[in-house]
């Protein structure tokens, strides 16, 4: 799956696993146009997402990227780089709102023919004024998974079904599918994801990518199609730590540069807990777990292990999202316009569409969060205070313990999808940072006979900084990421 920039005369520029700085470099030298890096990205999604190996990640292209890309071009005569993302093609979730020819949909066909967003959301305006090139909209698991209690990951009524690029028949995860996908498989500089609850770092662990859940707040949620405000984030999917830094720098509220952050000695005496709760249960993810504590102590972390969380109640979650969806949801259709205006109204929709849009699952959550009052319900307001206890209580655990972050693995390889049975997750460790806002970040930590397995970290509030370091630094010590390589079925590795 070798790609290269047409570059006229000059040496041809790699796109296959290129990353944001080596993209920057050659078009700084004159090496490359961001036109031609455009082209190529565009023709390799021809390639790769819309024939063979046919990803399906790509659920819309800018219609305009090469215009866009001429302009870009033009600046960096004339004018010299924004920074490190001028002219690099983004791929975003179809999720995030954009004021241009894209449409906006969430994955549904409910909202194909609703009124275009009337501006850009927080995170599409920050990688414009960072230069970025928006290159177009990724596919998603529906609704970003908050529709069914037993989708298939992966699947939108409009965008259909996103393959794991590692082995055709395997899940994406979700609900951040087609970017997670399209990263992986170099069909862009990098991508944008959103999570509520593991959409960023389980479809990043899957696909063989670093994947960045940013601290709540960080990253400007207005324009993103809701579940939770309490929960719901951007942030960047990645083939390195470096691209991510550099992603989350051009997208955070408080112009911080991440990238600074990045030291390969960043582990030597860090206290870290081993979360022996999230791993274990199967045998190849084990084997991974024991390899990637053994680099971090050879890093010179000390670790804790087993660092037990279990007295801390994440339980507050479920009433969160069911509330807030209903409010949050309610609120983003009614300014965007249109004919859909409340969950009721979807649900409706959906009914009346159920060949194309109900066929492999329902609308169970959709259906609990419709029937459920307002956020000064006294079960909301119990909810939200069990997550602030559990906030507290975590942060009092790691400062008992004086850890510098937890680690565990992201969760299990890659499952085989499965239309008509749903989704079979394997462990995961997303919730606790999901449920406090707190930030989470996963790096490729191996491999299980070839499907990509991800390592941890997580921490207290604010700790984006310090855990991007760490993960820098287990990064260049193991250098564990493999390019995929599109069997059409799952293999044994090096079959």
């Given at each position: ?116 967003p009337r501006r850009d959301a927080a995170v599409a305006a920050r990688l414009r004024e960072a230069g970025a090139l928006i290159l177009g909209k990724t596919n998603l698991s529906e609704w970003a998974n908050i529709r069914s209690t037993r989708s298939t990951s992966g699947w939108s009524g409009r965008g259909g079904l996103t393959r ?41 662990s899957v696909c063989g990518l670093v994947g960045i859940k940013p601290t709540v707040g960080l990253v400007g949620g207005a324009g993103i199609i809701p579940i939770s405000h309490s929960q719901d984030t951007a942030g960047p999917m990645a083939r390195t730590v470096r691209d991510a830094a550099l992603l989350l720098s051009a997208i ?37 777990a024991d390899e990637c504590l053994a680099a971090l102590e050879k890093a010179g972390a000390t670790l804790v292990d087993p660092f037990d969380m279990s007295a801390v109640d994440f339980s507050g979650e479920r009433d969160t999202l069911l509330y807030e969806l209903k409010a949050d949801m309610a609120a983003y259709l009614g300014q ?160």
């Amino acid at each position: 799956m070798a790609a290269a920039v047409a570059c006229g005369r000059r040496a041809p520029v790699q796109l296959e696993e290129a990353d944001i700085a080596s993209l920057g470099e050659a078009l700084r030298a004159g090496r490359a146009t961001v036109r031609e890096i455009t082209q190529a990205y565009l023709d390799r999604i021809q390639s790769v997402d819309r024939r063979g190996p046919a990803l399906n990640s790509v659920i819309e292209l800018n219609p305009d990227a090469l215009a866009i890309a001429d302009a870009l071009d033009a600046e960096l005569r004339d004018k010299g780089p924004r920074g490190p993302l001028h002219g690099l093609p983004i791929l975003i979730k179809d999720n995030i709102d954009t004021a241009d020819a894209m449409k906006t949909t969430a994955g549904s066909l409910a909202l194909l023919d609703a009124p275009a967003p009337r501006r850009d959301a927080a995170v599409a305006a920050r990688l414009r004024e960072a230069g970025a090139l928006i290159l177009g909209k990724t596919n998603l698991s529906e609704w970003a998974n908050i529709r069914s209690t037993r989708s298939t990951s992966g699947w939108s009524g409009r965008g259909g079904l996103t393959r794991n690029p590692y082995a055709l028949d395997r899940n994406t995860s979700g609900s951040s599918a087609g970017s997670g996908a399209a990263a992986a498989a170099s069909l862009c500089a990098a991508a944008i994801g959103t999570e509520t609850d593991g959409s960023i770092v389980s479809p990043s662990s899957v696909c063989g990518l670093v994947g960045i859940k940013p601290t709540v707040g960080l990253v400007g949620g207005a324009g993103i199609i809701p579940i939770s405000h309490s929960q719901d984030t951007a942030g960047p999917m990645a083939r390195t730590v470096r691209d991510a830094a550099l992603l989350l720098s051009a997208i955070n509220e408080q112009g911080k540069d991440y990238a600074a952050a990045l030291d390969k000695d960043a582990l030597k005496g860090v206290r870290l807990g081993v979360a022996r709760r999230f791993m274990g249960r199967n045998q190849h993810v084990s084997r991974v777990a024991d390899e990637c504590l053994a680099a971090l102590e050879k890093a010179g972390a000390t670790l804790v292990d087993p660092f037990d969380m279990s007295a801390v109640d994440f339980s507050g979650e479920r009433d969160t999202l069911l509330y807030e969806l209903k409010a949050d949801m309610a609120a983003y259709l009614g300014q965007r316009g249109g004919s859909m205006r409340s969950l009721d109204d979807l649900i409706e929709f959906n009914k009346a569409h159920a060949e194309a849009e109900l066929r492999w699952f329902g609308q169970e959550y959709f259906e609990m969060s419709a029937k459920v009052g307002g956020l000064d319900d006294k079960p909301y307001l119990e909810a939200r205070a069990k997550v602030e206890k559990a906030r507290k209580e975590f942060t009092a655990l790691m400062d008992r313990e004086r850890l510098d972050a937890i680690v565990a693995t992201t969760n299990t390889p890659a499952w085989l999808t499965d239309l008509v049975n749903g989704d079979h997750f394997g462990q995961g460790c997303s919730t606790p940072a999901a449920v406090t806002g707190f930030p989470h970040i996963t790096v490729p930590g191996g491999l299980a006979e070839g499907l990509p397995v991800g390592f941890s970290f997580f921490g207290r509030a604010h700790d984006d900084e310090r855990l991007i370091a760490f993960a820098y630094a287990f990064e260049q010590l193991t250098q564990a990421r493999r390019p995929p390589r599109y069997r059409p079925r799952s293999a044994p590795n090096g079959a």
